[in-house]
């Protein structure tokens, strides 16, 4: 549909917040190379597959469930639909855009319509997930992820187990933690999708709470792990972590994190460990039962962990550079899949494999040109990204814009292409991936995972808690929903069960002793 | 020959890379050509006839015009020139036989006279995080997946302190909790490689400048330093620890 002035001006808004966000993200790192994965080069790879086939996947994603639910589900998950894919979700995609505008195969206003699409789903989904807080980045909000509800927040902080530096929990779960880290690069490809941190939730005294995701650990949809992660029993996971002494000043919108003083292992204090997929109702504990069955999961997990590692360490050392290329590409393009899985509309066909279209650019990647062109994209030093004399870029100060805006003269010459069309065909060099989907109410194949997805929406979904939001708890904790709603999330609680909407957070503390 | 709409640009740059700006500029041509060819609207022309007319064989002309011409592209992960030796740069200190000669020569790492200590400056790094001790081991070049395969079988030599050029987390991942130190050539203290030294407890130097050091030196880390931190390379300020090879009394 054509789009209107104020379409195109909350748009323009929208690119510049997310171009903003990613010239700070990549200038306090370097461009991101491995020995052993051609990175820049998947990545480059993977921007030309999400401007091809996001617009196609997002709409038929929102044909089963809007960005705005969808936001909802995800803040009570810990999955892959988190604060490094959705600055993904936009990113990628622009950045494929501004590649290929500096070749000279597109001009800015062209897919205009594609475009105005993404970041308004960008914009409806980060609302919702991140209602809690209000802002719609971690940047926006001063680097911080704030997104879980007070319910939650009081589950995990009542189920700690305290711990301290020596002790046999402590060392598990920092191992556990480790190997978890290392895995997820792996699994990742070099990239650090696949782990997360939100917070920090503030335990008062001086303590703060990190909660870290690790996600696509098991069979999953990553071809790559079938088989050399059957003994991971556990898609995702959770580790909430209490800390002493120190003030989780950034986390970022990569879900990392920086502290004042420097993070150290001796500051941890407690920890907890959960699961959740689509499938779950919220987090479920893992291993929790007692501080010595914890302690023995921690390890159970980290050898595991450990195994798949050196079994996917030997499959990728043997992969060709084409298979390396699919592989990064894939995880990268992939990073909002989750949302398919959420709607329970996932189709291998739409996520692991490169789109014909991007597919013709392969030729070109090499390590060399592959290097310089992500740097110049990311950083604004491309012909597209610079601006008359007279502009101070945010961080910069230079004359640039990280994506170049949507030119408002369509409005009156109607002078652009739409839009890219449907997802078309796609190819991979890679073993086409087993019908084997680990969950966390068994292992299925896509059909019954998707079907079981559509069928089964946690209580805490419908609409009479979805909206009973923070502000509404405030004035109306005492109320018969309230009080239902907590203890739908305090059900598998050790400590909370059943104690409903009353408690504040000196309560937990008393109540865990 | 039909213009495109980046033939006319009011703040005209090039991209500082020679590269890109030579593949941009050969890619704009291919456009160009096809676009004339095409008979049509740019906005029909754009997602219709060059999806078809713009193919895998024109990109890999493009790229190969650079190679024709004599350049060697720099690589980054080992598979690029083991696959394309013809395309890439030498991959020089990646076998055992290379490193018996083989060292990393930053020119902008600060060098010094061995001390009264039989302390000789060969460098400095970021800290990552701050010891109490600084660390003392054996630098051991590791660069290809050989060597993490060797070390993975055999296991990773004792008191070995890798120095790396790979700021991620992935070369090294079956090895890197064996390691008694890092010297990482490249990346920051955010970087993969730093985040992973972080949750092990392994000392790191990461966008570490050294030079002359040789596989089997005794080197010494001052992991006591000050860790680097974000506000640091916001500022641009430089805060290093340095790393000595250390020579016997």
């Known amino acids: 549909m054509k789009p209107d002035y104020a379409q195109l001006l909350e748009t323009n808004q929208l690119l510049q917040t997310n ?14 190379e491995s020995k052993l994965f051609p990175v820049p080069a998947y990545m480059l790879l993977s921007y030309l597959n999400a401007f091809y086939r996001y617009p196609g996947v997002l709409r038929k994603i929102e044909t089963c469930m809007t960005a705005e639910e969808l936001g909802d589900r995800a803040r009570n998950m810990g999955s892959k639909a988190h604060a490094t894919s959705m600055w993904g979700l936009p990113c990628f995609y622009l950045l494929g855009r501004e590649w290929q505008i500096n070749m000279g195969l597109i001009r800015p206003e062209d897919a205009a319509e594609d475009l105005i699409y993404i970041v308004d789903f960008w914009k409806r989904f980060q609302l919702s997930w991140r209602r809690n807080s209000g802002h719609i980045t971690a940047s926006d909000g001063g680097h911080r992820t704030q997104i879980l509800p007070e319910r939650q927040i009081q589950v995990f902080h ?9 002790e046999p929990l402590h060392e598990a779960a920092q191992a556990f933690a480790a190997s978890a880290a290392q895995y997820a690069f792996l699994v990742a490809c070099e990239s650090r999708i696949s782990m997360h941190q939100h917070g920090p939730y503030h335990l008062g005294e001086n303590r703060e709470m990190l909660v870290r995701d690790f996600v696509d650990l098991a069979e999953c949809d990553l071809p790559w792990l079938d088989g050399v ?39 941890i204090t407690g920890v907890g460990l959960y699961t959740s997929d689509p499938l779950s109702n919220g987090y479920e504990p893992v291993g929790m039962g007692s501080r010595e069955e914890l302690t023995r999961t921690y390890k159970d997990l980290d050898e595991r962990l450990k195994d798949a590692m050196a079994r996917l360490w030997k499959r990728v050392a043997g992969w060709t550079r084409d298979q390396m290329l699919d592989a990064g590409a894939i995880t990268y393009y992939a990073i909002i899949k989750d949302l398919a899985h959420i709607a329970g509309c996932y189709d291998p066909e739409d996520w692991i494999k490169i789109d014909r279209r991007a597919e013709r650019f392969r030729p070109l990647l090499n390590d ?128 909370l069960r059943g104690r409903g909407a009353g408690l504040r957070r000196s309560d937990i503390e008393a109540l865990r002793g | ?77 080992a598979i690029s020139p083991q696959e394309r030796p013809d395309a890439y740069k030498p991959a020089t200190g990646t076998t055992e036989d290379d490193l018996d000669t083989f060292c990393f020569e930053d020119p902008e790492a600060p060098t010094g006279e061995t001390d009264s200590d039989g302390l000789e ?73 730093g985040i992973l030294t972080r949750e092990y407890g392994i000392p790191c130097l990461m966008n570490s400048k050294v030079n002359g050091i040789m596989e089997g030196d005794t080197v010494r880390m001052e992991s006591t330093a000050r860790a680097k931190n974000t506000e640091d390379y916001q500022a641009g300020r430089e805060v290093t620890a340095n790393i000595w090879r250390v020579h016997s009394p």
């Open chain 1, 19 to 32: 171009g903003d966000q990613t010239y700070w993200l990549c200038v306090t790192r370097t461009v991101q």
């Open chain 1, 158 to 166: 009542a189920d700690l187990y305290d711990c301290e530096p020596g």
């Open chain 1, 229 to 267: 992660a059957e003994n991971v029993p556990y898609t995702n996971l959770t580790m909430p972590m209490a800390t002493e002494g120190v003030h989780f000043n950034i986390i970022d919108d990569w879900g990392s994190f920086a502290a004042e003083p420097e993070f150290k292992g001796e500051h």
């Open chain 1, 368 to 495: 060399e040109y592959s290097r310089d062109m992500l740097g110049d994209i990311c950083v604004g030093s491309s012909p597209s990204h610079q601006m008359y004399e007279y502009l101070m870029m945010r961080h910069s100060n230079l004359p640039q814009r990280i994506y170049s805006p949507v030119p408002y003269s369509i409005l009156v010459d109607d002078d652009y292409a739409p839009s890219v069309g449907d997802v078309q065909p796609g190819v991979t060099y890679l073993n086409e991936k087993l019908d084997r989907y680990r969950t966390t109410r068994g292992t299925f194949g896509i059909e019954e995972y998707n079907r079981r997805v559509r069928d089964s929406q946690p209580k805490t979904h419908e609409d009479r808690f979805r909206f009973l939001c923070e502000p509404s708890i405030k004035y109306r904790y005492d109320g018969a929903a309230a009080d239902e709603l907590y203890k739908l999330h305090q059900e598998n609680s050790r400590n």
């Open chain 2, 1 to 77: 020959m039909s213009k495109i709409f980046s033939d006319v640009d009011k703040y005209e740059s090039e991209s500082p890379s020679s590269v890109v700006a030579a593949i941009n500029t050969a890619m704009q041509s291919v456009v160009r050509e096809r676009f004339e060819a095409s008979g049509q609207s740019w906005k029909d022309f754009v997602f219709g006839d060059s999806l078809e007319s713009i193919t895998e064989e024109d990109f890999r002309a493009v790229e190969k015009t650079l190679i024709d011409a004599g350049h060697r592209y720099d690589w980054s992960a």
């Open chain 2, 121 to 193: 400056l060969r460098g400095v790094g970021d800290n990552v995080v701050s010891y109490s001790e600084d660390t003392v081991g054996v630098a051991r070049y590791v660069r290809s997946t050989t060597r993490v395969l060797n070390w993975l079988t055999e296991g990773v030599p004792e008191n070995t302190i890798a120095v790396i050029d790979d700021s991620g987390g992935t070369l090294t991942a079956p090895i890197l909790e064996r390691f008694k130190g890092v010297i990482c050539a490249g990346g920051t203290v955010r970087s993969h490689l």
